[in-house]
């Protein structure tokens, strides 16, 4: 069966005017024009949208604007070429979609977000990253050709070998230097379409951070969940996952069926959220990892996407929405950054339902590509009048560490503060300058946080 | 099956074709513009993992390039078991009352053209004993209504031609499927407000193709919308005025 997929956070029930919102569902004014023809589509609009899974204001509008340019109708595959893996299509084309049509046949995407709810597009722009990143690094490491649409109006193609100013801005520059049309990027075989997995529970962070250190270099992908709120000698205790294809004897003969999906069919209240509702979530899921250490074939999409088996769970976090926060410490800053990040965090209460933390690899060759050689962090806040608050000092720890941010996912960081994080920050200005002198393109947050024209 | 296909680029032509495809059907894509034809043609030899996909210029505003088009896709496959048309025009009712050229142009094709059309590929498919002939008409037809004044006029003179073409050629094996889209979520409708019960391309595609395989004469996409025209079918014309729809 094939997919179609709509766009989220597109909203014109119930409201006078069209709204838009990302992923963590604060919205603003805003519409979404579509179309199979991205090269007309694109002609005036000052932003790209695709399945609108960045969290924060990144797929937004800028103030003064009210349309973006969604991509999801333009979604051919172009070309593939099944002895190399290179494969060929329009930028609107889902994750979900290339998976439900490669896995069977031995091919998958070479880096793979959280979910398959996003675009091409959307994946370049975010210059997204996944399980793999301190073997594989971020999405745009395997890309050789975008098609774009730059601000006087002509498309061009550019790759790490032309143009590649444009690419290196491009890749990471949240679609502030042009409509990326096409992507072209290289496949990774694989052996079959199953996951064999590690699990282990985890007592502390300090164990955490050894034990995901130590399986980089055996597992291609490894990934681990916290529990936030543990404090004392259990903080930042989990579990450890780590995976790798199965090869074929291990793995069933049948390819995976798609799962099914559940939604959550309307907005939960916010006091479904409190501390001690998380606290028990938590609590419960650490311990029904049992026995401590389990192996075994999982299903691709319950260890590559499990929130997607729930459709919607933004609504979870009730009508303020919610942001997440995703940090990088670096690895200069030592073993005990996370440490001292969890501290900080469970000293202000930041209660998260999910908190993940990651290995990552190399720094991409994207200028404003998030990771970094360390740890990277993430974790969900609901908003709550405190939130900006708890953000600055989570912020100023990062900076103290000399880490930084992922744009994709923020919605409350200071100019100032992203600044102090981004030395690469200049350099990326300075090329889109060149490509797009007048800031043609722009949206909700390169406004909050390059101060650009709203 | 062979099928030859006008107007598989786009929305629900797309999507339908797709399934097509992945099940391993031949296709000749026919539509207006080559570049967009071929970049189809490659999706659908991707998808379907076959290399069956050829492709014809056909422009339903030029019903001289009709015979020769469906000649040439007959001869690219061999034959020809049946001929899909989702292609056709759209715009709203306030544009095509400011815009008599455009209106002109819109009952052409909608009406006159894709019934010349049919008559072509009705000739092609009788003279090798039979086939399918599934065309995309309108919910919009059923009744007068407001919004869809002219857009529903040439689509019910449309399926009422489908109903008799049906009725006067099943006993010689040429089934005729006739499609009443309900809303669907594509290009084509991008900026109007979905009512309750829109659909998507891929549902209407799986419900599509169950139809030409069975031969189903009317189909209604989404299913929801069958039973959404069967009220508004036997809506008494003074309510059909007062909600004004």
């Known amino acids: 069966m094939s997919t179609t997929l709509n766009p989220t956070g597109t909203d014109r029930n119930g409201a006078a005017e069209p709204r838009l919102c990302g992923w963590g569902r604060r919205y603003v004014p805003g519409r979404e024009i579509r179309s199979e023809d991205l090269e007309s589509l694109t002609r005036d609009v000052v932003l790209s949208r695709g399945l609108g899974r960045a969290y924060g204001d990144s797929a937004l509008p800028p103030p003064s604007e009210r349309v973006v340019a969604g991509t999801t109708l333009a979604d051919r595959l172009l070309s593939f070429d099944a002895d190399h893996g290179w494969l060929r299509a329009e930028a609107g084309l889902s994750l979900l979609e290339l998976n439900r049509l490669f896995l069977p046949r031995g091919w998958f995407t070479p880096v793979s977000p959280g979910t398959q709810f996003v675009t091409l597009g959307g994946m370049v722009a975010a210059d997204v990253h996944g399980k793999n990143h301190h073997r594989d690094r971020c999405f745009g490491e395997h890309v050789r050709r975008l098609k774009m649409r730059v601000a006087d109006g002509r498309i061009v193609e550019c790759g790490q070998d032309l143009l590649s100013d444009l690419f290196r801005a491009t890749v990471g520059g949240m679609g502030l230097t042009g409509h990326i049309l096409e992507v072209e990027l290289r496949m990774k075989r694989i052996p079959s379409p199953w996951i064999w997995q590690e699990s282990l529970r985890i007592h502390d962070i300090d164990e955490f951070i050894d034990a995901l250190k130590e399986s980089g270099p055996k597992w291609p992908y490894t990934v681990g969940w916290i529990d936030c709120l543990s404090r004392g000698p259990k903080m930042g205790r989990g579990i450890l996952m780590c995976g790798r294809w199965a090869e074929r004897p291990l793995a069933p003969r049948k390819p995976p069926r798609l799962k099914k999906r559940i939604p959550i069919p309307f907005e939960l209240p916010e006091w479904v959220l409190s501390r001690r509702s998380i606290k028990l979530f938590n609590e419960l899921y650490y311990w029904k990892h049992q026995p401590r250490f389990k192996k075994g074939i999982v299903h691709p999409e319950s260890f590559f996407y499990p929130l997607d088996m729930m459709l919607h769970w933004n609504r979870i976090y009730g009508p303020r929405g919610f942001t997440q926060y995703q940090c990088v410490l670096p690895e200069s800053a030592g073993r005990g950054a996370a440490r001292r990040f969890l501290d900080l965090l469970t000293r202000k209460g930041g209660a998260s339902f999910l908190c993940v933390i990651k290995d990552c690899g190399e720094e991409g060759s994207g200028l404003l590509s998030f990771p970094r050689r360390g740890m990277s962090i993430a974790l969900d806040i609901a908003i709550r009048d405190e939130t900006q608050r708890l953000v600055d000092e989570l912020n100023e720890e990062v900076i103290a560490e000399g880490g930084r941010i992922y744009l994709a996912k923020d919605s409350f960081t200071r100019p100032g503060h992203f600044r102090s994080m981004e030395p690469r920050l200049e350099e990326w200005l300075e090329v889109r300058r060149r490509w797009d002198p007048e800031q043609k393109f722009r949206s909700a947050q390169s406004v909050r946080l390059f101060g650009d024209r709203p | ?245």
């Not at chain 2, 399934?19 to 043609?41: P, W």
């Not at chain 2, 544009?95 to 092609?124: G, I, P, Q």
């Not at chain 2, 489908?162 to 006993?171: G, I, P, S, V, Y």
């Not at chain 2, 019960?197 to 595609?205: L, S, Y």
């Open chain 2, 1 to 245: 099956m062979r099928v030859v296909f006008l107007g598989a680029t786009k929305g629900m032509g797309r999507a339908l074709a797709r399934r097509m495809a992945e099940r391993k059907d031949e296709l000749f894509l026919l539509g207006r513009n080559l570049q967009d034809l071929e970049a189809s043609a490659a999706d659908l030899k991707i998808r379907g993992g076959h290399e069956r996909v050829n492709v014809g210029v056909c422009d339903l505003e030029d019903s001289d390039r009709f015979a020769p088009a469906l000649e040439a896709a007959r001869a690219a496959m061999g034959d020809v078991d049946a001929v899909v048309i989702t292609a056709g025009l759209f715009a709203v009712q306030e544009k095509l009352e400011s815009d008599l050229d455009l209106t002109r142009r819109l009952l052409t094709v909608n009406f006159t053209h894709t019934l010349l059309f049919c008559e072509h590929a009705r000739r092609m498919l009788l003279a090798r004993g039979g086939g399918t002939l599934c065309v995309f008409s309108s919910v919009a037809g059923e009744r007068g209504r407001r919004p869809v004044a002219i857009y529903g006029a040439s689509k019910a003179g449309l399926s009422r031609y489908l109903e008799a073409l049906d009725h006067r050629h099943r006993a010689e094996g040429l089934k005729v499927v006739c499609v009443h889209p309900g809303f669907v979520r594509t290009g084509m409708t991008d900026g109007l407000k979905p009512p309750p019960f829109a659909g998507e391309p891929d549902e209407v595609a799986h419900i599509v193709l169950r139809a030409i395989d069975r031969g189903t004469p009317l189909v209604y996409a989404p299913r929801m919308w069958a039973l959404v025209m069967l009220v508004i079918r036997w809506l008494p014309r003074f309510v059909m005025r007062r909600v004004g729809f």
